[in-house]
């Protein structure tokens, strides 16, 4: 049987496209780096976070190490990871603390600068934030609770 040339480019694209379609997907935990990768993730971020002046003193009493611990547990867990997170559930770790959306809003600008800044696709941050959004209630505490207003910066997620 004689295959014409022509045809050869097209038959390595398809082999290439059946071999990426077959690929399976990476895990989140997997994407991060797994348990190093995300605890680096977790210190860039939380570092960030407790330097930042607009928190004013809510890191201040905050036992840092626990925090990371926490956090990197619970990122793994989420991601896919074999950690089992065993701390308090959001409202219970968040309550009387009285967070405002943009102190939570915050803490997602500096958890999505710290996946920038170490190297994370754009989809695998958005991945890990999918997961993370819905905390925010828990995090947040009365959904009815009524914030001052606060001034947002111009573009803080640098989108523009």
């Not at 997170?85 to 968040?94: K, P």
């Given at each position: 049987?004689?295959?014409?040339?022509?045809?050869?480019?097209?038959?390595?694209?398809?082999?290439?496209?059946?071999?990426?379609?077959l690929?399976?997907k990476?895990?989140?935990?997997?994407?991060?780096?797994?348990?190093?990768?995300?605890?680096?993730?977790?210190?860039?971020?939380?570092?960030?976070?407790?330097?930042d002046?607009?928190?004013g003193?809510?890191?201040?009493?905050?036992?840092?190490?626990?925090?990371?611990?926490?956090?990197?547990?619970?990122?793994?867990?989420?991601?896919?990871?074999?950690?089992?997170?065993?701390?308090?559930?959001?409202?219970?770790a968040?309550?009387?603390?009285q967070?405002?959306?943009?102190?939570?809003?915050?803490?997602?600008?500096?958890?999505?600068?710290?996946?920038?800044?170490?190297?994370?696709?754009v989809?695998?941050?958005?991945?890990?934030?999918?997961?993370?959004?819905?905390?925010?209630?828990?995090?947040?505490?009365d959904?009815?609770?009524?914030?001052?207003?606060?001034?947002?910066?111009?573009?803080?997620?640098?989108?523009?």
């Amino acid at each position: 049987m004689v295959v014409s040339l022509r045809f050869v480019p097209a038959l390595i694209g398809l082999c290439l496209l059946t071999g990426c379609a077959l690929t399976p997907k990476q895990s989140l935990f997997e994407a991060l780096g797994g348990h190093d990768g995300i605890a680096a993730l977790v210190d860039t971020a939380v570092e960030h976070s407790v330097t930042d002046p607009r928190f004013g003193e809510l890191f201040a009493n905050t036992d840092q190490d626990r925090l990371r611990t926490q956090l990197a547990d619970q990122i793994c867990e989420l991601s896919g990871g074999p950690c089992v997170y065993q701390g308090l559930s959001m409202a219970e770790a968040h309550s009387g603390m009285q967070i405002t959306p943009a102190e939570f809003n915050w803490f997602v600008e500096h958890t999505r600068l710290a996946m920038t800044e170490r190297g994370y696709p754009v989809g695998t941050q958005n991945r890990l934030l999918a997961l993370l959004a819905p905390m925010r209630s828990e995090v947040l505490g009365d959904p009815d609770q009524v914030f001052e207003a606060e001034p947002e910066p111009e573009d803080p997620l640098g989108m523009e």
